[in-house]
T-cell receptor, first 112, second 115 residues
Framework: GDSVTQMEGPVTLSEEAFLTINCTYT??????LFWYVQYPGEGLQLLLK?????DKGSNKGFEATYRKETTSFHLEKGSVQVSDSAVYFC???????????FGQGTRLTINP | ETGVTQTPRHLVMGMTNKKSLKCEQH?????MYWYKQSAKKPLELMFV???????ENNSVPSRFSPECPNSSHLFLHLHTLQPEDSALYLC??????????????FGPGTRLLVL
């Protein structure tokens, strides 16, 4: 079945470090891909998305590129801040379907 | 603030209690969802309503009973729950165009503890 695999957490970095959170997917076809973020005590918020191969989603300094050849959608940020501490979820969704398939989430902690 | 509100934010209940979770969306969307977020497990989709009709039920036990009286409101009725049902229950909404590209907007969740 369709699935999303994220790198194991927790991830701890210092402020201004470079961030990569890996995400790969298994699917029959070409889904849309999403990154959601969950700040402490809150629900999920859409961070960015890409709907077709080679699309790059970006928001708040975060970027991810839809790589069909490697079935990946890795999240990157050049210089993280303490306020980026949260849990990050990679997800996929097929055209015509309402179901989002989520990865297990990666907890990120940024130290000052 | 995403336009999706959930009440209560926290709930503690015994296994013999009956309670309901409420979700309201102020975004004019036509689809609503219930998700379960357990520790160390991926988010699990429980139910999907589109145009007030249930279109998906992911093998959820009957002790969870959803209700969607209109496109803005979604309830999850709970009865005779088990301790393993303790989790964060998230509601979401979207504008369903069957294109698979519409963003789902999530509420803050209800943290449920079953004793």
């Amino acid at each position: 079945g369709d699935s999303v695999t994220q790198m194991e957490g927790p991830v701890t970095l210092s402020e201004e470090a470079f961030l990569t959170i890996n995400c790969t997917y298994t699917a029959t076809g070409y889904p849309s891909l999403f990154w959601y973020v969950q700040y402490p005590g809150e629900g999920l918020q859409l961070l960015l998305k890409a709907t077709k191969a080679d699309d790059k989603g970006s928001n708040k300094g975060f970027e991810a590129t839809y790589r069909k050849e490697t079935t990946s959608f890795h999240l990157e940020k050049g210089s993280v801040q303490v306020s980026d501490s949260a849990v990050y979820f990679c997800a996929l969704r097929f055209q015509g379907a309402q179901k989002l398939v989520f990865g297990q989430g990666t907890r990120l902690t940024i130290n000052p | 603030e995403t336009g999706v509100t959930q009440t209560p934010r926290h709930l503690v209940m015994g296994m013999t209690n009956k309670k309901s979770l409420k979700c309201e969306q102020h975004l004019g969307h036509n689809a609503m969802y219930w998700y379960k977020q357990s520790a160390k497990k991926p988010l699990e989709l429980m139910f999907v309503y589109s145009l007030e009709e249930r279109v998906e039920n992911n093998s959820v036990p009957s002790r969870f009973s959803p209700e969607c009286p209109n496109s803005s409101h979604l309830f999850l009725h709970l009865h005779t729950l088990q301790p393993e049902d303790s989790a964060l229950y998230l509601c979401a909404s979207s504008q369903d165009d069957s294109g698979g590209q519409e963003t789902q907007y999530f509420g803050p969740g209800t943290r449920l503890l079953v004793l």
